[in-house]
Each structure stands twice: as C-alpha cells, then as structure tokens.
C-alpha cells in the first residue's frame, strides 16, 4: 500500500491557492484559515508560509486563480460582441466562486491573470477603434462588470506615484502592451 507521503503531491504555491479556492467554494471564504488549509493540505500550517507570506498574499493568489479561470479568447464579430462574450464569460467563472467578488474588489494590485485579462478588455477596445482616452473611460465606467460583478462603490482617490506607474509600464510592456499604454 501506498503511504500518505507517497500519494501527496509536493506543496508548491499553486497547490495551496487551488485548494484555498476549494475550501472557499465548499465552505465559503468565512471558514479559510491557515490552520484550515494545512488541514486541508495535511500539512502544518507553518509549512504553508513557504509559499503565501500571509494571509493577504494568500487571498491576492486566490483573487489570481479565479480571474485565470476566465477564458480568453479570440471570437469572431465585432469588438462589443466581443466584449460582451468575455463579460459573461467573467460571470460564469464567478457563478461558480461567489465568495470571489469581495475578495477581488479589495485587492489592491492585479496579478499576472488580472493583468492579463485587462490587456484583453483594452485590447479589444483599442482593436474596436476607441481611443486611448476613450478606452480609459470605459474601463472606468465598466469598472467591476470585466470581472462578471457589480461593485457598489468606486474609490479612485488615491492618485498612484507616477514613476512607480512608468517602472510598471516598462517592465511589462513587452508582455501587456495595452496595459502598459493605458498606465501611461
């Protein structure tokens, strides 16, 4: 017979955010520990901090999983066809996770999926002919519904440092370009 070591797989980070998503979706995103997710996991939940430095890190990973979750894909027709496939399509992943919009709504900054999926929405909005200043507007006013929910409030108070905001644009330009002109 197998022992319990043998049939584990090895903890990586992925493997602790997937089952974090499981945990969630089962038991609903109250009911997330760390000792819960060790539990989980059968591991100690100190061994967990090899892979999410905290608990925010944890739910930023989540927030990632989930948004990776949304197809992005090339369709066919015009650019708001488009645009509405890949919102519903948004909708069905949260459909399926819907403790997800509360967590994503407070994150602060997206990750490689949130920054994928932006350059998505701007790609086909640029694609579709609105210009970069128009882009920006519909963002803003379409602020939540790219991720398949309603926020109810929009804060944009803070106004970002812009040489943070020009390191970021080149560091993934290459990658995100519609991202990268957007945030200068």
Same mark, same amino acid.
């Given at each position: 017979?197998?022992?319990?070591?043998?049939?584990?797989?090895?903890?990586?980070?992925?493997?602790?955010?997937?089952?974090?998503?499981?945990?969630?979706?089962?038991?609903? $995103?109250?009911?997330?520990?760390?000792?819960?997710?060790?539990?989980?996991?059968?591991?100690?939940?100190?061994?967990?901090?090899?892979?999410?430095?905290?608990?925010?890190?944890?739910?930023?990973?989540?927030?990632?999983?989930?948004?990776?979750? $949304?197809?992005?894909?090339?369709?066919?027709?015009?650019?708001?066809?488009?645009?509405?496939?890949?919102?519903?399509?948004?909708?069905?992943?949260?459909?399926?996770?819907?403790?997800?919009?509360?967590? $994503?709504?407070?994150?602060?900054?997206?990750?490689?999926?949130?920054?994928?999926?932006?350059?998505?929405?701007?790609?086909?909005?640029?694609?579709?002919?609105?210009?970069?200043?128009?882009?920006?507007?519909?963002?803003?006013?379409?602020?939540?519904?790219?991720?398949?929910?309603?926020?109810?409030?929009?804060?944009?108070?803070?106004?970002?440092?812009?040489?943070?905001?020009?390191?970021?644009?080149?560091?993934?330009?290459?990658?995100?370009?519609?991202?990268?002109?957007?945030?200068?």
């Amino acid at each position: 017979t197998d022992t319990t070591a043998e049939r584990r797989s090895p903890l990586t980070r992925q493997r602790v955010l997937v089952a974090a998503v499981e945990v969630a979706d089962r038991d609903g $995103i109250e009911a997330l520990s760390m000792r819960r997710l060790g539990q989980e996991l059968g591991v100690e939940a100190m061994s967990l901090y090899t892979h999410v430095r905290n608990k925010e890190d944890l739910l930023d990973g989540m927030a990632d999983v989930v948004i990776g979750q $949304i197809p992005i894909r090339r369709t066919k027709g015009d650019w708001k066809s488009e645009l509405r496939r890949l919102v519903l399509d948004a909708r069905g992943v949260l459909k399926r996770h819907p403790w997800a919009p509360a967590i $994503i709504e407070t994150r602060e900054d997206p990750g490689p999926a949130g920054l994928r999926h932006f350059d998505r929405v701007m790609g086909i909005l640029r694609e579709g002919g609105l210009s970069l200043g128009l882009t920006h507007h519909a963002l803003h006013l379409l602020g939540s519904r790219l991720f398949g929910f309603t926020q109810d409030l929009f804060d944009d108070s803070a106004a970002p440092d812009p040489a943070a905001v020009a390191a970021l644009a080149a560091q993934i330009g290459a990658t995100h370009p519609y991202v990268a002109e957007m945030a200068l």
